[in-house]
């Protein structure tokens, strides 16, 4: 009997492990090879900019256009560990002649096109769409220093999927040259920038 318990007990303890490994794994966002190079790169030449300018350099979000739209090309890459903390699905603009899989840029007032550069996030607002929240913009070179004029802003939008839905496109129609984020991505974001002291950078890039 008691070598039944001690069995019993083994077995339980290791289906516990498993779960919580399973929920680990199952957590951590796996990107292409390729892509984890990418963002790499660009995540070292940001940390080298905010060191420069005076920003964050425990965190910045970089944002991939030039990742298939059913994909994660959001992130929220985490300096200090070198790792992606969160991604998310990414909307861009709609306008001029935007298709779901090619984007076009623009930096021009009423185009509803997505702006590539980098940008300050700024304050925190109320936004109509998603969680309700949403953090100004400001662009920082001439591809996107229209952006606050322009009302360019990071928010959420509640219909946006939480996992991949490649090979499917996300539809048009979702920003008007904003980067639109899912919900519950947007929650962490927003939980994130209330604790930062110093502004964080979000790259936008092709």
């Not at 963002?39 to 005076?54: F, H, I, P, T, V």
């Not at 509803?112 to 920082?140: D, E, M, P, T």
């Not at 322009?150 to 539809?171: A, C, D, F, G, K």
């Not at 979702?174 to 519950?184: H, L």
Request: glycine share 8%.
């Amino acid at each position: 009997m008691k070598k039944f318990i001690l069995i019993l007990s083994i077995l339980i303890v290791m289906g516990v492990g498993w779960m919580a490994y399973g929920r680990c794994t199952a957590s951590k966002t796996v990107v292409p090879a390729k892509t984890e190079q990418r963002l790499r790169e660009k995540a070292q030449a940001a940390k080298a900019y905010c060191s420069k300018n005076g920003y964050n350099t425990n965190y910045c979000f970089l944002v991939d256009f030039g990742i298939h739209s059913g994909r994660r090309r959001f992130f929220v890459w985490d300096m200090k560990g070198d790792s992606i903390k969160y991604a998310s699905l990414c909307a861009h603009g709609y306008g001029k002649n935007s298709t779901v899989s090619k984007p076009v840029f623009s930096n021009v007032e009423g185009s509803y096109c997505s702006s590539l550069g980098k940008y300050k996030v700024g304050i925190r607002s109320y936004s109509k769409w998603g969680i309700n929240v949403h953090y100004k913009l400001h662009g920082l070179e001439a591809t996107n220093d229209n952006a606050f004029k322009r009302i360019i802003v990071l928010h959420s939008y509640s219909p946006m999927p939480e996992t991949e839905v490649y090979p499917m496109h996300l539809p048009l129609g979702i920003s008007q040259g904003c980067p639109v984020i899912s919900d519950n991505i947007m929650r962490k974001v927003d939980a994130l920038l209330k604790t930062e002291k110093k502004p964080v950078l979000l790259w936008v890039y092709d």
